[in-house]
């Protein structure tokens, strides 16, 4: 994955910082906007685990500050709701001068009822998804509620949230009075997609229900049972980015995606991060997915290992050399399945097999063969597994020729 720090402006001139998360290959198919909950930031863990899972699947992700938090300009107590959704424009009028106009919203939270009343303004969007979001922005009073008297008495009121002191000020809750979410989510008529968990005690399940009503369809709703609002189990975090990234190629333009003379000129790309461990983002051909370690390893075991993938290729390239083969011949050869692993043993005649030196790569490659074929077909077949061209690739002499870009 490529991260690039990026710096806009809002409406009020005032800076905002975020991370423009690209795929492998920097060639994006479609350029998705994220929106964090209420007083979070950009770097929370389920923001980031959710962007990754989008990159991952050929998105660019731009997720950002709100106005007053994190690294952006700006003081908290001054913003609002209304200023929330500014940004989230202000921060599309951003991709589209220098990337791509985004077609995706995602919002988390409040984020998440933000996104449905910027969808109204940013013509580019095709689909939108929420994560626990509120069915109307005024909810988030209750989260409030120790401050809520004095905010109406004096003007403002320091309020806990999650460990953290905010000052409130009296405008930030009548702004929420004027915002109705499901008039919005009514007259939206894009694609929309609400995941909610009914396990989520900060913003009820109830809200997920009050939305889907209200939309039109298409409309599609995920229960994230067992998840808590912040998505602070791992899997859960990534479980919502898988979904939202199949879910969302439906509504916008994917096939047709790269213009020919911007691919890579490599078959295969690979990036990781520091903070990553083992999970590496992969472009393989035209398709995404995840290299990792096993967790005995050290990884997390979210994809094949190296020498997993380097087996694969060899199971793949056997059974598609087989059934040619077949083909060709003429033989009914219904299935073919090839298991293959991969371990470093010593060599039959070494003279000193104690020394790891004298250990030598090893593929083991089982073939089930099932048809009408006779015991000299089967045995043809095996000859021919040795001359699939990956196999020939590994037992000829190779080259490895590094350069630094």
């Known amino acids: 994955m490529d991260t690039t720090k990026v710096e806009f402006l809002n409406k009020h001139g005032q800076k905002l910082v975020g991370r423009l998360e690209m795929p492998v290959d920097r060639h994006p198919h479609n350029y998705a906007l994220f929106a964090h909950c209420f007083t979070c930031t950009k770097n929370l863990s389920a923001v980031r685990n959710i962007s990754k899972a989008l990159t991952n699947n050929g998105f660019a992700v731009l997720r950002f500050d709100f106005t007053g938090l994190g690294e952006s ?14 940004d989230l424009v202000a921060a599309s009028d951003y991709l589209k001068e220098n990337y791509q106009s985004p077609t995706l919203l995602i919002g988390h939270s409040l984020g998440g009822a933000a996104v449905i009343f910027a969808a109204a303004e940013i013509a580019s969007v095709k689909a939108i998804a929420t994560v626990g979001a509120p069915s109307n922005p005024v909810h988030v009073k ?28 009296k405008q930030f809750l009548d702004d929420l009075e004027t915002k109705s979410l499901p008039e919005t989510a009514k007259a939206l008529r894009k694609p929309l997609l609400i995941l909610h968990s009914p396990q989520d005690n ?13 939309a039109h369809h298409p409309k599609s709703f995920v229960s994230l049972d067992g998840a808590d609002h912040l998505l602070f189990n791992k899997e859960d975090s990534q ?9 969302a190629k ?14 890579t000129k490599h078959q295969v790309a690979a990036s990781l991060d520091a903070e990553d461990g083992f999970t590496t983002q992969m472009k393989v051909g035209n398709h995404y997915m995840l290299a990792d ?3 005995s390893f050290g990884g997390n075991d979210f994809g094949p290992s190296p020498y997993e993938l380097v087996s694969a290729g060899l199971s793949a390239c056997t059974v598609m050399t087989l059934q040619m083969y077949a083909k060709r011949k003429g033989w009914h050869l219904d299935n073919v399945e090839v298991h293959t692993s991969y371990s470093k043993t010593h060599a039959e005649d070494c003279e000193n097999c104690e020394d790891t030196s004298a250990k030598i790569d090893t593929f083991h490659r089982e073939l089930k063969i099932t048809g009408n074929l006779d015991e000299k ?25 590094t350069t630094l870009v």
């Open 73 to 86: 300009e700006g003081d908290f107590e001054d913003t609002n709701f209304s200023g929330n959704v500014g």
């Open 293 to 295: 370690e096993p967790e």
């Open 239 to 247: 479980y919502v980015g898988e979904i939202i990234s199949g879910w």
């Open 142 to 169: 209750h989260l409030l509620k120790s401050g809520i008297e004095e905010i109406r008495e004096t003007g403002q009121a320091v309020v806990n949230l999650s460990g953290r002191d905010f000052t409130i000020k």
């Open 377 to 401: 077909q089967r045995e043809r077949l095996v000859q021919i597994a040795d001359k699939c061209p990956v196999h020939k690739t590994l037992h000829s002499e190779t080259q490895v020729i």
């Open 250 to 263: 439906r509504y916008l333009e994917v096939s047709d995606r790269v213009v020919p003379d911007l691919k």
């Open 202 to 214: 900060t913003v009820g399940i109830k809200n997920a229900e009050e939305i889907y009503v209200a």
